[in-house]
């Protein structure tokens, strides 16, 4: 079976992003550690670098233990931020420079695509060049890679070891709506990232248990009770964004659309 390693981004005094209460590293802690149990239960080979509130290491010396364990693929879970604007939503992948193999990525994208915005796959060279990555849907490659040395040093350094890693960037944690995407659907993303590593290395899939009621984190860290108003169901995309766009228009904040499947 496959063998993952799984890294939670941050943790210790090294809180990462931190907007509406929340801090980075407690919710990585917390899908990364989902993301490990639903592996096992599936058959791969799992290792996690951080299972608790504490500092492993910066991202370097992270690369470097992923290079020792030499896993098929690992990945590190992240939420963004952009300097607390709230303007930023959706999710994005960093992957290595010279990586050609697109499998756990090209699905990765369609799963989290269904949850909220997908931004990019995106490559960062460590002279600060952002690079865009497209795949091609017939091989599930990508269309170009770049021999450049990698920006971010857990890419960089298991990179230098022969293993391919992947920053996961979930949502944006400065952006409200996508804060409260997330939480209304947090095992989802647990999920798709799961079936992505199943659908990639052709494993079969089960799917877990889905939460029916709010994300454990918002028990740890709400101090205070907030009321949602819901203001209607539609079954166009662009009425949803209409009526959105009119309740922007009247200064309403923290105004977002989520998507519902609704059984037959």
Partial sequence: ?????????HGGHDKGAHYHGYNEKDI??????KVTARLRELGFKVTQLRTDDT????????????????PNLAISIHVNSAGGG???????IYTPLKEDSARFEYYLKQELSRLNNFRAIYSKAYTGELYERFID???LRYTQTYNYTDYYGIIRESWRGGVSTDIIEMFYLDNEADLYTFLNQEDAYV????VS????????????????????????????????????????LNDAKQVQQNLVNQNYSGVWIQPVEMKR
């Fill in 137 to 139: 849907p017939e091989t």
């Fill in 191 to 194: 999920e798709a990232i799961v």
């Fill in 86 to 92: 709230g303007e930023s939503s959706g999710a994005e």
């Fill in 197 to 236: 590593l199943c659908k990639a290395f052709n494993v079969d899939y089960e799917r877990g248990g889905l939460r029916t009621e709010e994300s454990d984190l918002v028990k740890e860290t709400k101090k205070e009770t907030y009321y949602r108003v819901i203001c209607g169901s539609y079954s166009s």
């Fill in 28 to 33: 990585t802690l917390t899908v990364a550690t």
């Fill in 55 to 70: 500092y492993v290491g910066n991202a370097s010396a992270r690369g470097r233990e992923i290079a020792e364990l030499q």
């Fill in 1 to 9: 079976m496959p063998y993952i390693v799984v890294d939670a981004g």
